[in-house]
């Protein structure tokens, strides 16, 4: 090949890279070679090589350095240099090129000099900046200048080429109309339909005979948000979303909902006129100074018009993800929960996430005998509205995929903290909810202690099931034992059932009452709290805290997810010697507070209580496995 045709095909090249992408000075090095060794292999003119053909190349590029190594003579040889070696081989080139200067190199002929150089210096090994890799908590560390870089295993050509396709990636992405990688989307079709992620990747249709790619991705790699999993998606299966402000964002009927969010308010209104609405609005937006996105709906279109009839299913979304509803109750209207918004909705799964606007804040006569039922605030307008609602939310909980369905009044219990802990630890994900009821504490003024939603779970193996989830986030089941020699031999605190659904007849208990742990009914997390009900459930004077432990959750039935807590007390002598005399000086089998005492092993031999609760006694008194001893066996004698 002539030095001429050489030289004009590596300045097409070098000028199309520099040019026409402005990119790292690396990457448009592997974008000049891979043009020239195109032009060089095909016998074509540079400016005819199309951007798919180079995406091609990059495909594999181990296979394209070996096609470089073949055309461009002199390879790196002799001893790999240091990171100092390499930046300063690199550095030079970068001079050579700027200033022309060949007349130095003894190397090959002139024209193939220049693209050697380039060539050389991009086999040098790439090598990584520790100071770069330090945590935020390390910033203070200090690295000897002989350790500061680190060999990464690969290149400088390897390096630069993995960006280059992701750079053209993008490009060709963003080119055809589809979304770009990082860009967030939802899968819209097929059995992942709702979840949502971001594209990490791009599958391209390769035509090996033309070695180029086809126009249109075959499929994009989306990194999914609810089980932390990349799986391969049609682009015709995706919708990319908008960016949206990451803390105050406002949706009108038909638009996406944000993937994520720290709180969610829906502003309901009979009309799509409603003067209160953007008062509720502004006042929102600049009172939320919390961490996180604050999303408000409102249903009606952007340009103000009403909803249509299909923006049902969008209506019915906002009401079951909204954490606070504002609804404006017009004259004569004796019940807030059948309006139009909320006439689908149980009225139990809104009502505590309810607040009524009434002009003055007085609301209309028709309207007391339903608020003497239900207390739910009454605000006199779209400020003082949005003031209670941002109250009522404080700093939120952020929330993703299936989780936006669960309103703060459960994301915020310990119940569900607990159940959805489990759940992610089991790789499993809440794809949606539905609330059937939410119960206040009317003595505590507790909110939400009670709830029941109905889940829809993916599992592993992406099958999809259903289950209903019942949970008091303040009950706890109380394992209270003395420890003997032999863990059978451990003597067990049960009481009566309490209520008479399970009061039917045992065979073989004592009276024939069905037999339960002690329960309390107090803050599972609150340690002086629990410790202070526990002993008064027991009739203990005190209880030290930690005395008390956690031993995970129970679940009383396997029709339900009811989530319950399990605390484990292990008596003094004293202590059990008082429950037993109490036990024999009371003659009524079901008089408050009494309490009951059985050997385990009489326990497991006769069973006069229900087997979730033989499953949390024997959870919490067996020995640790394995036996200090070692021996299994001797351990569980």
Known sequence: MGNDVMGNRWDAARRRARELRPWPRDEQDVLALTCYLIAAQEGR???????????????????LQQDLAQLIPSPRSGPTPDAAEAMAERARTRLAEARADQDEFSGPARVESRIWRVWNSLQSTHYEDRE???????????????????????????????????????????????PSLWAEVEVVSTAHAGRTGSVSAVNWQADHEQRTIGPAPESLTVQF???????????GDLRELPKWDRSFVVVHAG???????????????????????????????????????LVVFIPCQEDGSPMSDEHQEWAAKAVSRADEIVAHCPAGTPDPTRLDLLADTETAAVRERLVLLAPGGDPDPSLHRWLERHPVPVAGSGADAAAIVLKRIGRGRERKGGEREVPLLVARTTGYYAWSSALREARKSLIGADIQWIHSDEHTGDTGPWWSMRARIRHADHRITSELLVCHSMVTSVVAYRRRERWTDCEIVLAPCDNSLSNFPVRNAPQGLALQLPTITTEFSGGDNRARAVAEVLGIDSIEPDRLRSHG?????????????????????EELTALQNRHAESTDAGAEGKMMIFRLADLLAEPICDWATLGAVTR???PTWPPISGNFYTGRM
């Open 553 to 573: 959750g129970r679940n009383d039935s396997s029709l339900l997810a009811a989530q319950r807590g399990v605390a484990v007390l292990e008596l003094t002598e």
């Open 620 to 622: 919490a008194v067996v």
């Open 45 to 63: 003119d540079v400016e005819s090589i199309s951007t798919q053909s180079v995406r091609y190349r990059l495909d594999d590029p181990f296979v």
């Open 255 to 293: 638009e996406a909902f944000p993937k994520q969010w720290t709180a969610s308010v829906l502003l309901a209104a009979a009309d799509a006129k409603s003067l209160w609405r953007q008062d509720a609005l502004d006042a929102l937006r600049t009172g939320w100074t919390e961490a996180g996105r």
């Open 132 to 178: 770069d890799t330090l945590m935020s908590d390390e910033a203070d560390v200090e690295i000897s200048p002989e350790h500061r870089f680190r060999d990464t295993g690969s290149n400088m050509f390897e390096q630069a080429a993995r960006k280059l396709r992701t750079s053209l990636d993008r490009e060709l992405l963003t080119a055809g109309g589809h």
């Open 225 to 235: 948000d609810d089980l932390y999993e990349s799986l391969d998606i049609a682009t």
